[in-house]
């Protein structure tokens, strides 16, 4: 026996107090733009409560039509109540009762009344509504290992449980059969051969008291009668089945087995149950039996349909739902909106009354859709607990069927949520602002349009053709449309006065660009992720038309009427369209805009503009000069070292610079001519304040001591420095280099050259003119102040008086004093240019006194003082970095300078070393055989300290006799002399007339290994012409230094002596030369020192030899 007890429903007039059925916020937002919603459904009409009638009435009619009734079936679901609640807290009757006398505002009598009412009524009949869905591992009990299970149902009171008992006299597998009649036991279908049968039945089970029942279920296996020969053919395909057909033969033909019970006490379950619940045995045979699914449900049959005047329970539960909701929100202490939280008793109460009238969990979600949906109409009720019912919808429409008045309301109740939505839509300025706050709700009240839309309730019951992106578009322009014309009446003006025509348009196009604004970095982000549509490309287009439509008329009037005023008035106007017109580039969809080429209105307004930008930055610059003192701005750690005026002139020049991209002029030709006016303004500016700064110090220097003068003179130059630094950067500022790209159709590049940069270049040579001659002012006295102190020291060049230190100390501290008073008073580019100069000066003083007297004596040490002086000069300048670079110091002259004082400061000793290094390395680029070569083998023994040197051979030599031949031998001597004093020369012996000679003999010099490392020292080869009666004739020389020889290289800490084996020998070709006459400037130097023997001797021997050279002859 089964029974479906789907309720149906005889109307949708949900409860509503009759304040609410006025005040809903629908009706302030009849969307009028819906056009295929309004094709999708027949508005239904609604009965509402006249208007003129006494509100006092209106809440007594209400009350009694509306609220008692639903009061009355809330004490019969009370009073007759089963099963527990979900909820974990458990409310007695009276708490039941007290609750909803204060949710319905019951006065005691009314509450006395309706419970007697109430309590004067037929019971209903109690049920349990049992649904077996399916079992799982039950057990096996034919022969093939499947059983054929069937349940048995019933509902036992204590008396015939008892009775049953009492009437066996031992255990019995049968409870149900046998202890109550057969009407009252209810039996599924037999599933075949299965052990996880699946059946899905519901029946309903009356009892008449829950405290003593208990529900009982039984499984069994239905055991039909098989044939001989059937049996015979399962025992010959499965032998593991033999044991089973034993034990069946064993038992009554047609008896069934017992699979197992479930023995569930009425009164300890909750209101629905849906659970697994596992099959018990009635021996201890197989105590594993497997499981099965039940969903239970308390419900009433019967129940007094007096109650609420023949109503339906979904109607009942509906607005019982909307009641409970509103008491809950009105009590809510907090302004933030409801999201769907009830109270234990509401839940409760809810829970019982859709429980015992059997409304399916469809019906339910239904019911809080529809009582939701209107409430968030009316109330603060947050859009998430509507779109979590939408959701359980669409889940219910695939399970279950709704019947046809149900899915009429369903229909209509999304009919009207799209409705109300949209219109929400078209206000989302006013009821969604950009804040933290409302924006998600915005968003989610789009998912739930889009959700609506997605339903297959929808689709199914509105079967027009809607698109939601369309629909949302339609709703954003008519907003759009209405905001703007509320916002152009607010700002109406009062009179035709032009000046205030302008002000109210201004403010509109203010009001708009900061919507247009919201639009792009808030509200667009929650339209395309919630509806794909571009809200703020949308809005952008409308406004576009509506403000070019009031610009236009705005500026029709103004025309041939233009003065200062009223184009100071406009100009506000034009930044504003210029910030909306540049927002374009977020433009989805560009298309023809009609503010495109706006700026041409406002063309008459442009030399007014420029105008006053010019004549304000004037004011303000001379303002700035009269005020000023000509002092540095701040001292300290980061000093700010030009004056205020400097930093108010950068000021007054801003927003010059700043009209040129506010104008963004799009006409490229007229672009440029604007460029041109105001860069010519600018530079006008810099010479005006050039004029009156000059003006300023001379009126401040007439009654200032020097010293203050020369700080003044230091500021001023520091401010024209910075000013130049401006003008360098204007190019850029003024973004030249766009301009150029946009120009280059309609302006040749000559024309623009030769106009934007002279404007610039003849305003930056004024400038540095004026800082070259006030650095000059500066640095006339340090110019001959440093000349006194260099020529003050060559007059103690012969016997000096005082140290080198002592003899530069006067010049340096006189340097530092004045450059550290500089240097704190002039920004880092003008000191550097005064620097350059002073450098330059001290650098040819220094060189001018050192070669007046070029052979003099005491000419080594004046010239030590004189490069000691250089060498603080240079790091004086360079201040460790912070004054002039290295590069800049290391000048032509000042290489010319240092090597002409290094030369001269070193002693004869010194010269004579480097005289040799400059043979050596002579010797090394030395190219052609043209006096001849030699060849040497050389090596040096660290173990004894013997040089040993062996002459192989010469060739090509020169023929100096009078028979074309020579009688050559080769010289030996180890130079420098002062570090080989106790080595004598060594000869070979003489090869008479050849040209080629041949000589293979050894020589060892007993030196020192410190000795061969010094800087300098070489071997000199020289080749001779003996002759007995005469002088013998110069052949050739060579140089080899004694850091090349083998052995000698290294050092000496390495191994130690006698440690390291001996080097191998190196043969070596070496070209013999010819020294060039008069043309080494250290022999000159030496000769000049007549005092010292060794020297001359030296100068001496080099004369006679470059006296024997042929190199002039040759050459």
């Known amino acids: 026996m089964s029974s479906n007890l789907e309720p149906t429903s005889t109307g949708n007039n949900l409860l509503q107090t009759p304040e609410q059925g006025q005040g809903s916020r629908l009706k302030q937002f009849s969307p009028g733009h819906v056009r295929k919603l309004g094709l999708t459904r027949r508005t239904r009409e609604r009965r509402d409560l006249k208007q003129d009638e006494n509100p006092e009435e209106k809440a007594r009619k209400h009350k009694e039509m509306e609220l008692k009734p639903l009061y009355k079936e809330l004490l019969y679901t009370i009073t007759h109540k089963m099963g ?305 019912q939408l959701t359980s919808i669409e889940y219910h429409w695939h399970q279950q069927e709704l019947p046809h008045q149900q899915k009429q309301e369903l229909g209509d109740s999304l009919h009207s949520f799209l409705q109300y939505g949209l219109c929400l839509v078209a206000k989302y300025r006013d009821i969604f602002p950009p804040s933290s706050s409302a924006t998600p709700k915005l968003h989610t009240l789009l998912r739930i349009l889009v959700q609506i839309c997605k339903t297959q309730a929808f689709q199914k019951l509105n079967p027009a053709q809607f698109e939601l992106h369309d629909e949302v578009c339609d709703a954003i322009q008519t907003g759009t449309q209405e ?171 801003q927003p010059i610079c700043q009209l040129w991209d506010q104008l963004s002029w799009p006409d490229p030709e007229e672009a440029f001519m604007l460029m041109v006016k105001l860069t010519e303004d600018v530079c006008k500016i810099v010479m005006n304040y050039c004029h009156i700064l000059k003006e300023r110090v001379r009126t401040l220097s007439e009654n200032s001591d020097p010293g203050s003068a020369i700080n003044m003179l230091c500021v001023v130059v520091n401010d024209l420095e910075h000013l130049r630094s401006v003008l360098t950067r204007l190019p850029t500022q003024l973004n030249w280099a766009g301009l150029r790209d946009r120009t280059q159709n309609v302006i040749g590049e000559s024309q623009f050259h030769n106009t934007l940069p002279s404007q610039l270049q003849q305003a930056q040579s004024v400038l540095s003119r004026e800082i070259r001659s006030a650095l000059d002012t500066l640095g006339k006295k340090l110019n001959t102040d440093i000349e006194t102190h260099v020529r003050g020291m060559a007059t103690r060049r012969r016997i000096p008086s005082k140290s080198t230190e002592d003899a530069a100390a006067p010049l340096m501290r006189y340097l530092e004093q004045e450059l550290k008073y500089m240097n704190e008073n002039l920004v880092q580019e003008n000191f550097n240019s005064l620097l350059t100069p002073l450098w330059n000066n001290s650098v040819k003083i220094l060189y001018q006194v050192a070669t007046k007297y070029p052979q003099q004596e005491g000419l080594m040490v004046f010239c030590q003082r004189l490069l000691y002086t250089l060498q603080c000069l240079e790091q004086c300048f360079h201040a460790e970095g912070n004054g002039l670079p290295l590069n800049g110091l290391h000048s032509e002259d000042y290489k010319t300078l240092k090597g002409h004082l290094t030369h001269n400061s070193l002693s004869s000793r010194q010269l004579v070393e480097k005289f040799f290094e400059r043979k050596v390395t002579e010797q090394k680029v030395y190219g052609g055989e043209k006096y001849g070569a030699v060849t040497l083998l050389t090596s040096y023994r660290r173990s004894d300290q013997r040089l040993r040197v062996e002459v192989l051979n010469a060739v090509n030599l ?38 080629n000679p041949l000589f293979d003999e050894a020589f060892e010099f007993l030196v020192s290994l410190d000795q061969c490392q010094t800087p300098g020292t070489c071997l000199v080869v020289t080749v001779l012409d003996h002759d007995t009666l005469r002088a013998d004739d110069f052949e050739g020389e060579a140089f080899l230094a004694l850091r090349g020889i083998p052995g000698v290289a290294g050092r000496k800490e390495e191994d130690g002596l006698g440690s390291q084996p001996d080097a191998v020998p190196a043969q070596i070709r070496l070209r013999l030369m010819h020294p060039k006459p008069n043309e080494d400037g250290i022999l000159r130097l030496l000769e000049s020192r007549k005092g010292e023997r060794e020297t001359q001797a030296f100068v001496k021997k080099r004369r006679l030899r470059e006296k024997q050279s042929q190199e002039e002859i040759q050459q």
């Open 483 to 653: 905001w703007f014309t509320i916002k152009k009446g607010l700002h109406q003006p009062m009179t035709k006065d032009l000046s205030e025509i302008v002000g109210a348009l201004s403010s509109l196009i203010r009001e708009v660009q900061e919507d247009i604004k919201h639009n792009k970095d808030v509200w667009n982000r929650v339209f395309v992720s919630a509806v794909q549509v571009d809200v703020f490309t949308v809005a952008y287009k409308k406004f576009d038309s509506l403000l070019a439509n009031e610009v236009m008329e705005t500026m029709s009037l103004i025309e041939g009427q233009m003065e200062q005023t009223l184009a100071n008035s406009l100009f506000p106007v034009y930044l504003s369209l210029q910030v909306i017109h540049k927002d374009k580039a977020f433009l989805q969809k560009r298309g023809l805009l009609e503010l495109t080429n706006f700026q041409e209105g406002f063309r008459e307004a442009l030399p007014y503009w420029l105008n006053q930008a010019y004549s304000t930055t004037e004011d303000r610059v001379e303002r700035a000069v009269q005020v000023d003192q000509l002092q540095p701005l701040q001292s300290g750690v980061v000093p700010i070292k030009h004056s205020s005026s400097a930093v108010d002139l950068v000021a007054c020049i």
């Open 958 to 995: 020169l023929p100096m006799d009078s028979n074309g031949l020579s009688d050559p031998f080769v010289q030996l001597c180890l130079e420098p002399n002062h570090i080989f004093p106790e080595v004598e020369p060594r000869s070979t012996q003489v090869k008479n007339c050849d040209l």
């Open 84 to 388: 527990n609640p979900s909820s974990t807290k458990v409310f007695t009757e009276l708490q039941l009762q007290q609750f909803i006398k204060e949710e319905f505002a019951m006065t005691d009598s009314e509450h006395q009344t309706l419970s007697e009412k109430v309590q004067s009524t037929e019971p209903p009949v109690y049920c349990l509504m049992a649904t077996v869905k399916e079992s799982k591992g039950i057990l096996g009990k034919d022969v093939t290992g499947f059983s054929d299970p069937y349940c048995l149902l019933t509902i036992m009171e204590d008396e015939e449980e008892s009775r049953t008992r009492k009437s066996r006299a031992k255990p019995c597998k049968s409870v149900v059969k046998d202890a109550v009649s057969d009407d009252k036991i209810y039996q599924t279908d037999i599933k075949r051969q299965t052990l996880n049968p699946i059946w899905n039945q519901t029946f309903i089970l009356e009892f008449e008291d829950i405290a003593g029942a208990s529900f009982h279920l039984e499984m069994w296996d239905k055991d039909e009668e098989v044939s001989l020969s059937q049996k015979l053919e399962e025992i010959k395909t499965n032998f593991n089945s033999l044991r089973r057909m034993i034990k069946d033969a064993k038992k009554e033909k047609g008896t069934d087995d017992f699979l197992g019970h479930v023995v569930l006490k009425l009164q300890d379950l909750h209101c629905t149950e849906d659970n697994w619940y596992n099959l018990e045995p009635r021996t201890e045979t197989y105590p594993d039996r497997g499981q099965c699914h039940l969903n239970l449900k308390f419900i009433h049959k019967s129940r007094d349909g007096t109650l609420s005047a023949g109503r339906s329970a979904y109607i009942n539960y509906c607005g019982i739902l909307q009641q409970f909701v509103q008491a809950y929100i009105s009590k809510q202490q907090s302004s933030a909106p409801w999201k769907g939280a009830l109270c234990g008793e509401a839940q409760t109460l809810l829970e019982l009354y859709a429980t015992q009238n059997n409304l399916s969990p469809f019906l339910q979600d239904l019911a809080k859709w529809v009582a939701y949906s209107k409430l968030y109409q009316s109330l603060e009720v947050d859009a998430s607990v509507l779109f979590q």
